[in-house]
């Protein structure tokens, strides 16, 4: 199946510091990506939609200047936490839509742990 | 209205037996429904998926068995292994539209040897 890979795996960072988070599609093009968050034991929830060559589209909720989402190519979907504070600790995951003739299938990448201090 | 709502929260089978987790819906335009396998520390894999112009769908082990009028589908994992104690989420979303995934809350399926 199609592969899409996440760097770094995972990062441990003081408070107040920012963090970028890359979420790369290796043999397919993405022009829209997908970032979830997942505290422990629950399940994932949708933060935004990346969509290449435009602006990200939130959840309700979810802090656009807190988290950055750019979508440089085909390929390759950002997800930076600026000012990253310790309730920003948890496990962030991508994802990425591949659609074939008579299916689709969203393929998620291995995920990144943050650890805020 | 765009809830997908699964249960058990959490499932003890023995080796062998078979796991059954169900989750039901209320959108009736979602078009797609996928079920996920996440260990520890992983991010989810696909393990099959079902539209809703079938009612069942097998692969291996591995069977979802939808009900359209009652907005419900259900995975069967037959001979369950230890090797299937992990997390899994079904899911639901609307092709044509956004692509976005709604996840139901996870069952956590252990598997006694």
């Known amino acids: 199946g199609a592969v899409v890979s996440q760097h770094p795996s995972w990062v441990i960072c003081k408070s107040g510091t920012s963090v970028k988070i890359e979420c790369r599609s290796l043999?397919?093009?993405?022009?829209?990506m997908f970032w979830y968050r997942q505290f422990p034991k629950q399940s994932l929830m949708l933060m935004a939609t990346?969509?290449?060559?435009?602006?990200?589209?939130?959840e309700q909720g979810v802090e656009k200047d807190k988290f950055l989402i750019n979508h440089a190519s085909l390929t390759l979907s950002t997800l930076t936490v600026t000012s990253a504070h310790p309730e920003d600790s948890s496990f962030y995951i991508c994802?990425?839509?591949?659609?074939?003739?008579?299916?689709?299938?969203?393929?998620f990448g291995p995920g990144t742990r943050l650890l805020v201090l | 209205q765009q809830q997908v709502k699964q249960s058990p929260q959490s499932l003890i089978v023995q080796k062998g037996g078979i796991s059954i987790i169900n989750c039901a819906y209320e959108?009736?335009?979602?078009?797609?429904f996928p079920w996920y396998q996440q260990f520890p520390g992983k991010g989810p894999a696909l393990l099959i998926a079902?539209?809703?112009?079938?009612s069942e769908k097998k692969e291996g082990r591995f069977t979802i068995s939808f009900n359209k009028s009652a907005k419900q589908f259900s995975l069967h994992i037959m001979d369950s292994q230890p090797g299937d104690s992990a997390t899994y989420f079904c899911?639901?979303?609307?092709?044509?539209?956004?692509?976005?995934?709604?996840f139901g809350q996870g069952t956590r399926l252990t598997i006694n040897p």
């Open positions: 043999d397919f093009q993405a022009t829209t």
């Open positions: 899911a639901a979303s609307i092709i044509q539209g956004a692509q976005k995934l709604v």
């Open positions: 994802s990425a839509p591949l659609r074939l003739v008579l299916e689709e299938t969203q393929y």
């Open positions: 079902i539209r809703p112009d079938v």
């Open positions: 959108n009736t335009a979602f078009d797609y």
């Open positions: 990346s969509n290449e060559g435009s602006k990200a589209t939130y």
